[in-house]
């Protein structure tokens, strides 16, 4: 039996939905491996088991978003990227210190908009987080991908024995940056407050045993965890929905 041309081009569009891609751009928690230690994974390692369509984990451990950004990382995954694709843009862990002080390659400049500083060691024009994570994001954009903006996962927060809920500033730039795109297709999702609240429910002893070397990097259970406390978050609507929702298991 022939198709018709509304069957066919319907079809098509099964396809080309079908054909969606997530990836993923972040550090050592996000990576596989986490911090080639043989202990630790990250949870872009382990999202794809509870999405629907193919993900795909650019995270590199020890960058920030201004190292990803400077290396041409966020350029690299834009020339994989298709319209309809996904991108998720998580760092926060290694973007603190000040380039103008011993400079690591890695700190941004102190702030939330236009600040700049000027780097002690390279002499380079250093923007803020949020500048970075902006102009990332138009990158995606302009190659007809949808961005989720996800804020960092905590460190430990039960390391001292008592629980310590509050939030990095990187958690709040990040908010800032999906405020100042203002674009339907720039979503934010608050994985620190989606893995907090794990961490909260689970408890010290728990918490703990996610961490074998130190306070950021979390074994392979702990990173399988952290992925699914950020799905649950897009499938519950925890921001509001976002590109990623109709594809979580």
């Known amino acids: 039996m022939k198709l018709t041309s509304v069957s066919a081009l319907f079809l098509a569009g099964l396809r080309a939905v079908d054909a969606r891609t997530a990836y993923f751009c972040g550090d050592s928690t996000m990576a596989a491996r986490g911090a080639n230690d043989g202990d630790t994974d990250g949870w872009g390692a382990y999202i794809g088991k509870y999405l629907t369509i193919p993900a795909v984990n650019k995270a590199i451990g020890g960058r920030s978003a201004r190292s990803y950004y400077n290396e041409g990382r966020f350029q690299e995954v834009a020339n994989l990227v298709q319209p309809g694709d996904i991108v998720v843009i998580e760092f926060g862990h ?3 210190g000040s380039p103008e002080s011993n400079d690591n390659g890695r700190s941004d400049c102190p702030g939330a908009g236009t600040e700049t500083c000027i780097s002690d060691k390279t ?5 803020t987080f949020v500048f970075y994570v902006i102009q990332a994001s138009r990158l995606f954009l302009s190659k007809g991908a949808t961005v989720v903006l996800s ?6 927060q039960w390391e001292t024995g008592t629980y310590q809920g509050a939030p990095s500033r990187f958690v709040g730039y990040q908010k800032t940056a999906t405020k100042a795109l203002n674009n339907p297709d720039v979503t934010f999702v608050d994985n620190f407050q989606a ?5 909260l429910s689970l408890g010290r002893d728990a918490v703990n045993a996610f961490y074998p ?3 950021t990097h979390t074994s392979p259970a702990g990173a399988d965890a952290i992925a699914q406390a950020f799905a649950g978050a897009v499938a519950a609507g925890m921001n509001g929905t976002t590109s990623l929702t109709p594809f979580i298991k």
């Open 94 to 96: 290694n973007d603190g």
């Open 123 to 127: 002499g380079e024009t250093v923007y």
């Open 151 to 156: 804020s960092q996962t905590p460190n430990n």
């Open 195 to 199: 893995v907090s609240n794990l961490y």
């Open 213 to 215: 070397n130190d306070h």
